[in-house]
């Protein structure tokens, strides 16, 4: 961009922001910058800048540089959920590509600020990765780049097995001093956490229960965490290692839990903004092609900006309807507000991605949206379920754990030897199991004893063991 057209651009944003402000959007302070097409696939591949060095990295700023040298995709934004926040713009774009961009990235950051999935979220992200990536580096140097380098393949093999942060943690949660104390009888005796079984005229305490001797006491889902805790053989580098990815993990585990939802917000507002601005005939035109290409349906997915822009569209129409008689309708709009702004911007704080669409994703919107469930026969795709709460359910199925198999640790001491029995929660979804098999050996380099993966498949138990390098099957039925 010209210096003549940076000018402008300074100008257009701060009427962007004004409008945005306006608007009831509350965004935490922005900074903008200007950057290549290179560096533009630097950020994407990494997520965020300055994070440790990988070769998985690499493979995806290809990935990214070669779509978009062939025109097949383009990056139109890259903005960093950080106090202030941090946004990239590409310097070869037109004034009002990067305005449109500036409208939408300022919607994200208020959602991003707004929503209580991200109220656990580490705002100095950023300060984060860059000691995380020294101490990679100095890892590398005291034990080798090979060494590290073996050990984030198996760790980044399962990086998505993390808890994500709690909305509300329980210890937290500090008991309501308007509940009152019920007043316990004389002669009453309670044990332990069985509260409700009463003993009257007792004149001693029953015995408790002997404590479990499982090993974790509950199924742990937290693979990383369980395995850095846990696991007998690793030295304290190794499980320092391990707790940094589990550490950037769930910093991007809200983005993944709200993907439509954030997307969709921020086009609704891109669309309202850019409509509130004085352009020339021919910008609106340009606009309204750029504003289709950000919403053109999916191939083979759903796409979040235009789902989530419709749903978002559609709750506020909806609400916007004079109330029944008799509804229970909790929202409170604001002064000059209306009743669908007012439910949109509650959605926004108070949903994720699940809660969302199994809420408001309705008959009418299904059709509306052309959404249903294909796959595969023989050689072609065909169309396989239009049933509107079929699709709406195949889409939240396919959110489930961001998309990835539900495991947990059932046994730390499987067999009394420290072997390490995992479980998938089966819901229908098999394993792909030659993947399963390759990424399990992986997990027994991190736990260092056999490991063991109960499935399902074909209808029948099945349990994948890996001891050394070799993995057998074992299958039973039921």
Same mark, same amino acid.
């Given at each position: 961009?010209?210096?003549?057209?940076?000018?402008?651009?300074?100008?257009?944003?701060?009427?962007?922001?004004?409008?945005?402000?306006?608007?009831?959007?509350?965004?935490?302070?922005?900074?903008?910058?200007?950057?290549?097409?290179?560096?533009?696939?630097?950020?994407?591949?990494?997520?965020?800048?300055?994070?440790?060095?990988?070769?998985?990295?690499?493979?995806?700023?290809?990935?990214?540089?070669?779509?978009?040298?062939?025109?097949?995709?383009?990056?139109?934004?890259?903005?960093?959920?950080?106090?202030?926040?941090?946004?990239?713009?590409?310097?070869?774009?037109?004034?009002?590509?990067?305005?449109?961009?500036?409208?939408?990235?300022?919607?994200?950051?208020?959602?991003?600020?707004?929503?209580?999935?991200?109220?656990?979220?580490?705002?100095?992200?950023?300060?984060?990765?860059?000691?995380?990536?020294?101490?990679?580096?100095?890892?590398?140097?005291?034990?080798?780049?090979?060494?590290?380098?073996?050990?984030?393949?198996?760790?980044?093999?399962?990086?998505?097995?993390?808890?994500?942060?709690?909305?509300?943690?329980? #210890?937290?949660? *500090? !008991? &309501?001093?308007? /509940?009152?104390?019920?007043?316990?009888?004389?002669? $009453?005796?309670?044990?332990?956490? =069985?509260?409700?079984?009463?003993?009257?005229?007792?004149?001693?305490?029953?015995?408790?229960?002997?404590?479990?001797?499982?090993?974790?006491?509950?199924?742990?889902?937290?693979?990383?965490?369980?395995? #850095?805790?846990? *696991? !007998? &053989?690793?030295? /304290?580098?190794?499980?320092?290692?391990?707790?940094? $990815?589990?550490?950037?993990?769930? =910093?991007?585990?809200?983005?993944?839990?709200?993907?439509?939802?954030?997307?969709?917000?921020?086009?609704?507002?891109?669309?309202?903004?850019?409509?509130?601005?004085?352009?020339?005939?021919?910008?609106?035109?340009?606009? *309204?092609?750029?504003?289709?290409?950000?919403?053109?349906?999916?191939?083979?997915?759903?796409?979040?900006?235009?789902?989530?822009?419709?749903?978002?569209?559609?709750?506020?129409?909806?609400?916007?309807?004079?109330?029944?008689?008799?509804?229970?309708?909790?929202?409170?709009?604001?002064?000059?507000?209306?009743?669908?702004?007012?439910?949109?911007?509650?959605?926004?704080?108070?949903?994720?991605?699940?809660?969302?669409?199994?809420?408001?994703?309705?008959?009418?919107?299904?059709?509306?949206?052309?959404?249903?469930?294909?796959?595969?026969?023989?050689?072609?795709?065909?169309?396989?379920?239009?049933?509107?709460?079929?699709?709406?359910?195949?889409?939240?199925?396919?959110?489930?754990?961001?998309?990835?198999?539900?495991?947990?640790?059932?046994?730390?001491?499987?067999?009394?030897?420290?072997?390490?029995?995992?479980?998938?929660?089966?819901?229908?979804?098999?394993?792909?199991?030659?993947?399963?098999?390759?990424?399990?050996?992986?997990?027994?380099?991190?736990?260092?004893?056999?490991?063991?993966?109960?499935?399902?498949?074909?209808?029948?138990?099945?349990?994948?063991?890996?001891?050394?390098?070799?993995?057998?099957?074992?299958?039973?039925?039921?």
């Amino acid at each position: 961009m010209s210096a003549t057209e940076v000018q402008q651009l300074e100008s257009r944003m701060a009427e962007i922001h004004a409008l945005a402000v306006g608007f009831g959007l509350d965004p935490y302070a922005v900074h903008f910058e200007l950057v290549p097409a290179t560096m533009m696939y630097e950020f994407g591949a990494y997520g965020i800048p300055g994070r440790f060095s990988h070769w998985t990295h690499g493979r995806a700023y290809q990935q990214i540089k070669t779509m978009y040298d062939y025109g097949l995709s383009k990056i139109y934004e890259l903005v960093i959920n950080t106090d202030p926040a941090y946004a990239f713009l590409l310097e070869n774009n037109s004034v009002l590509q990067n305005s449109l961009v500036a409208a939408h990235v300022l919607a994200h950051v208020d959602f991003f600020k707004k929503n209580i999935y991200f109220g656990r979220t580490n705002r100095g992200m950023l300060e984060t990765v860059s000691i995380h990536a020294e101490r990679m580096r100095r890892y590398e140097f005291e034990h080798g780049r090979e060494t590290v380098e073996g050990l984030l393949d198996a760790v980044l093999s399962i990086q998505e097995h993390v808890e994500s942060p709690p909305v509300a943690s329980r #210890a937290e949660r *500090a !008991p &309501d001093p308007r /509940d009152p104390t019920p007043a316990r009888p004389e002669n $009453v005796h309670r044990v332990g956490p =069985y509260d409700d079984l009463v003993y009257i005229g007792a004149t001693s305490r029953p015995e408790a229960p002997p404590p479990e001797t499982r090993f974790p006491a509950e199924p742990e889902k937290d693979l990383l965490r369980f395995l #850095a805790d846990h *696991a !007998p &053989d690793l030295e /304290d580098w190794e499980r320092d290692v391990i707790l940094m $990815v589990r550490a950037e993990q769930r =910093y991007f585990a809200p983005q993944m839990q709200t993907k439509i939802m954030n997307e969709g917000w921020a086009s609704y507002w891109h669309l309202r903004i850019m409509r509130e601005l004085d352009l020339p005939e021919q910008d609106y035109l340009e606009f *309204a092609r750029l504003h289709s290409g950000v919403l053109a349906p999916g191939g083979r997915g759903i796409n979040p900006y235009y789902v989530g822009l419709k749903i978002f569209e559609d709750i506020e129409r909806r609400w916007d309807e004079p109330p029944t008689e008799g509804e229970d309708d909790h929202v409170t709009p604001r002064p000059g507000m209306s009743r669908g702004r007012a439910k949109v911007f509650e959605v926004r704080e108070l949903d994720d991605d699940s809660s969302f669409l199994r809420n408001y994703l309705t008959e009418e919107l299904v059709k509306d949206l052309d959404l249903y469930v294909y796959r595969r026969e023989h050689d072609r795709w065909v169309v396989a379920e239009k049933n509107w709460e079929i699709v709406r359910d195949s889409i939240l199925a396919s959110m489930t754990n961001f998309g990835q198999p539900y495991i947990i640790v059932q046994d730390g001491d499987y067999r009394g030897s420290r072997e390490l029995y995992l479980k998938h929660c089966f819901e229908g979804h098999e394993l792909d199991l030659e993947y399963g098999e390759k990424t399990l050996r992986f997990v027994r380099r991190l736990w260092g004893r056999p490991v063991h993966l109960e499935t399902v498949r074909d209808g029948d138990r099945t349990v994948l063991s890996c001891a050394d390098i070799a993995l057998r099957t074992q299958v039973s039925g039921g």
